[in-house]
């Protein structure tokens, strides 16, 4: 396959389908390449916390203004995948005293709304916080389910004529002279190989932008850094609590749908695709949470895993010119006068909750580039559709139970209300819909997109239904469906590895009896062909 | 006597340890009987993940829950459904307002304060049919329903006539909670109860107190079942601290103040401790007089075929069921019921929509007791003997009353 485009973007996480759906709305003709499902790489295994800006105040007080200002708008261009919880800054007693001071004022320079109120009131909207708080403060965080907010991006790249290519993966980026023209790769679900010309490329590819910058013959040092998350199973907290202290680790907990997550760490590792999970690691995140949350570990942990952020080493500092354009958190680089390579920008790390920003800026760059002055729209385009209202945690109960009054008395549930998915509520309906659209028989886009088999019971009764649902409904060979089942499986008992103690483990023992003993999976035949779909990072 | 304690993990986080094993789902009485309740595991520790303390719940089929308790019994990993169920009805009540039905079916004391000043003739209005259509349309409480009847004098004056009540003098004190079924319509079973404690050399006490709060509480009204539970807390504590133990015959009051006040009306302090951990029902306590060899048992042996019937509150208590081994020991043939539930639950069954569930739930029961054809059948809870009586034709006594007879030889 070739085809050619004014502007090729490199990765669908937050950043690239950001620069797609802004060069896309200045009415660039755009492609989107991303090597497996959407929210494949960091921008689905981040902490769902949408900044307020309070974070950054005294380390990064552009950070922080950009985080107020962005937040404010996003609430606005897609609500339904943003849930108002509100943020609370608390001082821990093992935390510095005259940070609490410092980090009031420092707010109110950034214009980061910002509200004391009393440890007793903080403790009273959220009863299990450590009740030897000092003091506490009162922001605008939000969660941010970002599985939702790519797909509004991607359906509104598409809607502006964009096009996004999901499950291809770049392997070479063609030069001519000094300046990229193009890149080829492979199509991983038929494995074909394609040719995509470009006037210029955006690499958005996140921790793998180095990777990409090598195929072009640039030196850019990324070295990836892990941070590691642990999903609880409930949500201990409604609102965002971070500790009132210097950024470190485990000083946030954010709940985000169903659950309370608490992150992160961050450690070097060479590689963004493998990386182990350390107990010590898990430790010292559970250590972090008491020091917020007293009963902390008497709470079910439900999974750990990790994401990893692009640490960007500036190796060639003298030769940026216009350094103006970048905060310290992200970074934009133009390899034509940083190494005399025309046609491609790399934007690298950043934040979700500025990926709108990063995506101007980059795409304001690249505009320059190209000689073609456009306006960016984004900030006036809604995403979401316009009767969009922000997200609940209750949506689905509340969906639920409509459907649920229409069915009256009668004993045949009309199948498509089938509870699929009892932990999270996904129905046969939103299966048997998704799987029309995708057309793809990855569990794990299910569990992306729908939020399958992401609760307590780690997909312990869901899997089996789910894939029997795709078997049917794509018609797959019977060892294709099968090797869905256990890939899926797999993976998920991986994350539940790490935090294997008390109750997670007994239900654990549970899963693992319906799926060895009573469904004997390990017998069942399987296709191996099937890898060729990316798995996820293993840990 | 050995103190039970309070739990210390709060209701609602209970739903961590749910594994979804279905266990409680295949043991829901209502569940099995009504398409429209999705079941415990769905209503309790699954939606309560959706919940959030300051939005309302959405989900009204909630209400289907009668709140026996069954599943919280079954479930193997300490979920406390039934209890997180009843937090997260009350929940929609605040928001939505409370039915005046509700309103009404959670009052028995006021309504018996009312009944038995007007007596005889408070028992009228409940028996005439046109009326209670009229009520069935207005309030929805459904017209076939049967109220018990108020009776002539109440316990608590029956009490301080008596001189019976007030000469023992043992070394053992019981303060006795009566409840307002027993004070207002029953007073024979608080009568055969204080005989038995007579008979057992106990001192008795009738403290000051009030309903127990529960039938406001199982129809949603937090906010006057806690303010009557905090009542009965501080009334009964003084008499705790002078040495007596708290008993009671109605298994329901007991079990509100020993587990409900805690778990699911959410009260958090040292009094309520005291008193929790110092009440028993009444065959708890005769049970434990009787490990100890404390009991008198010079029953008088007496041949006769009971059904009995342990009800879902007093199986919630979890001290077995004495009240079965003390009856075959007074000679009785004791027919266990099977079923976990009559289907009524407090007043659960008297309400328009779930009048047939409730009386599908007790169908079982109900077949057996026309099956075995014993006199009598005998049941610990108030609501549920009513329930019985009106559904089956059988008489139905308390096994405190039985306990009573066997003293005294002869049948009442
Ligand atoms: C642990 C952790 C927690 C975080 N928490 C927060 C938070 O709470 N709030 C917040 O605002 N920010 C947070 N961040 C930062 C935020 O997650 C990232 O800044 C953001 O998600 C980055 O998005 P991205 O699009 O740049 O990268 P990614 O989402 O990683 O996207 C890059 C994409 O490129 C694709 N790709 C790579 N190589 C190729 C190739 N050869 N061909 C095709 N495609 C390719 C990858 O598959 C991937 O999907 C967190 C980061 C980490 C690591
Ligand atoms: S019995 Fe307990 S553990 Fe099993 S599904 Fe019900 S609530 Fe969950
Ligand atoms: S309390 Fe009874 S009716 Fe309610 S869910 Fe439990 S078993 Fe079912």
């Known amino acids: ?539 | 006597m050995p103190a039970h304690s309070l739990p210390s993990l709060s209701t609602q986080i209970t739903s961590d340890l749910c594994i979804k094993c279905n266990i409680c789902a295949s043991a829901c009485p209502v569940a099995a009987a009504a398409d429209r309740f999705p079941g415990p595991k769905a209503v309790g520790p699954q939606a309560q993940r959706f919940r959030h303390p300051r939005l309302p719940s959405p989900d009204k089929s909630l209400d289907y829950c009668s709140g026996c308790g069954v599943c919280s019994l079954v479930c193997p990993h300490g979920v406390q459904i039934a209890e997180m169920n009843a937090i997260a009805r009350a929940e929609i009540f605040k928001r939505d307002g409370l039915p005046l039905r509700n309103w009404a079916l959670g009052r028995s004391e006021l309504l018996g304060k009312v009944g038995s000043l007007f007596w005889p003739l408070s028992n009228v209005p409940f028996k005439i049919k046109p009326l209670r259509v009229v009520i069935e349309k207005v309030m929805g409480i459904d017209a076939r329903a049967r109220f018990p009847d108020f009776s002539r004098g109440t316990f608590r004056a029956w009490f301080k006539r008596s001189a019976a009540a007030k000469r023992t003098m043992g070394a053992r004190k019981v303060a006795y909670f009566h409840g307002c079924a027993s004070n207002y319509y029953e007073p024979r079973i608080a009568q055969a109860a204080i005989e038995v404690f007579e008979r057992n050399q106990i001192k008795v006490a009738l403290p000051e107190q009030n309903c127990c709060g529960l039938p406001m509480q199982s129809n949603g009204d937090f906010e006057s079942a806690r303010v009557y539970a905090r009542n009965n807390i501080r009334k009964l504590a003084r008499w705790v601290r002078e040495g007596y133990d708290i008993v009671g015959a109605s298994t329901s009051c007991t079990l509100a103040i020993k587990h409900e006040y805690h778990a699911v009306l959410g009260i958090d302090d040292p009094a309520l401790e005291l008193v929790a951990t110092n009440t028993y029902d009444i065959f708890e306590y005769l049970a434990m007089l009787d490990d100890e060899g404390l009991l008198n048992t010079r029953f008088v042996k007496r041949a006769e075929t009971v059904v009995y019937h342990a009800p879902c509150q007093q199986r919630t208590h979890g001290f077995g069921r004495p009240a079965a081994d003390f009856m075959r020991r007074f000679g009785f043939a004791v027919i266990e019921s099977k079923a976990d539930c009559c289907g009524v639950a407090g007043t659960y069954g008297l309400k328009k929509e779930k009048y047939d569930i409730a009386v599908a739930v007790g169908q079982p029961l109900f077949q057996q007791i026309a099956d075995e054809n014993p006199n009598r059948v005998v049941c610990d809870s108030e609501t549920c003997r009513w329930w019985i009586e009106a559904h089956t034709g059988k008489k139905a006594v308390h096994p405190i009353e039985v306990m009573a007879e066997a003293y005294r030889g002869r049948r009442q």
């Open chain 1, 1 to 539: 396959m070739k085809l050619s485009t004014e502007i090729l973007i490199l990765g669908g996480g937050a950043t690239g389908l950001g620069a797609a759906w802004d060069a896309a709305l200045r009415g660039f003709k755009t492609v989107l390449l991303e090597k497996g499902d959407l929210a494949h790489g960091t921008s689905g295994r981040y902490h769902g916390l949408l900044h307020s800006g309070g974070r950054y105040v005294l380390r990064d007080p552009q950070s922080a203004r950009e985080c107020a200002a962005e937040n404010a708008l996003l609430r606005r261009l897609m609500p339904s995948c943003i849930e108002d919880t509100g943020g609370l800054f608390v001082t821990a007693p093992a935390d510095p005293a005259d940070y609490a001071d410092q980090f009031f004022a420092a707010c109110k320079t950034c214009a980061v709304p910002v509200i004391e109120t009393s440890p007793a009131e903080a403790l009273q909207r959220e009863p299990l916080l450590n009740p030897k708080i000092t003091r506490a403060f009162r922001v605008e965080d939000a969660s941010c389910d970002s599985f939702d907010a790519l797909h509004l991006l991607a359906r509104a790249v598409r809607a502006a004529n964009g096009e996004v290519m999901l499950r291809h993966r770049v392997t070479q980026i063609i030069r001519s002279g000094n300046r990229i023209v193009g890149v080829t790769g492979e199509n991983l679900v038929t494995g074909e190989s394609f040719t995509i010309y470009a006037d210029i490329v955006l690499n958005c590819a996140g921790a793998w932008a180095g990777r990409i910058a090598a195929m072009a013959g640039c030196e850019v040092k990324v070295t990836p850094g892990k941070g590691l998350m642990i999903a609880m199973n409930s949500r201990l907290v409604n609102t965002v609590i971070n500790r009132c202290k210097p950024p470190s680790d485990g000083d946030i907990i954010v709940p985000v749908g169903t659950v309370s997550v608490i992150g992160t760490t961050d450690t070097a590792v060479p590689n963004p695709d493998k990386y182990a999970i350390e107990d010590w690691e898990v430790e010292l995140l559970m250590a972090e949470g008491e020091q917020i949350i007293p009963s902390f570990r008497q709470h079910r942990a439900l999974r750990a895993w990790a994401g990893v952020r692009p640490l960007y080493e500036d190796t060639k500092k003298e030769e940026q010119k216009d350094s103006r354009l970048m905060s310290r958190a992200h970074a934009l680089l133009d390899h034509e006068s940083r190494d005399g390579v025309a046609g491609m920008l790399s934007m690298v790390g950043g934040k979700f909750t500025t990926f709108r920003r990063m995506a101007q800026l980059l795409v304001d760059t690249a505009c320059a580039k190209l000689g073609a002055e456009r306006k960016c729209l984004t900030k006036d385009t809604l995403i979401d559709s316009p009767d969009a209202k922000l997200h609940t945690v209750s949506k689905r109960l509340a969906s639920l139970e409509s459907n649920k009054w229409h069915v009256a008395s009668s004993t045949a549930q009309p199948p498509s209300h089938q509870i699929i998915c009892e932990c999270e509520l996904v129905t046969r309906a939103q299966i048997e819909s998704h799987l029309r659209e995708s057309g793809s028989p990855i569990l794990n886009d299910l569990r992306r997109d729908l939020r399958l088999g992401m609760g307590p019971c780690q997909a312990g009764f869901c899997a089996y239904r789910a894939v029997g649902i795709i078997h049917e409904t794509l018609q797959l060979a019977p060892p294709i469906s099968n090797s869905q089942l256990l890939q899926f499986l797999q993976e998920r008992w991986k994350g539940e590895r790490p935090v294997m103690w008390g109750h997670s483990l007994r239900s654990l023992e549970f899963d693992l009896h319906i799926y060895r003993n009573l469904l004997g999976v390990d017998t069942l035949p399987v296709e191996r062909e099937i890898e060729v779909y990316p798995t996820e990072q293993t840990s």
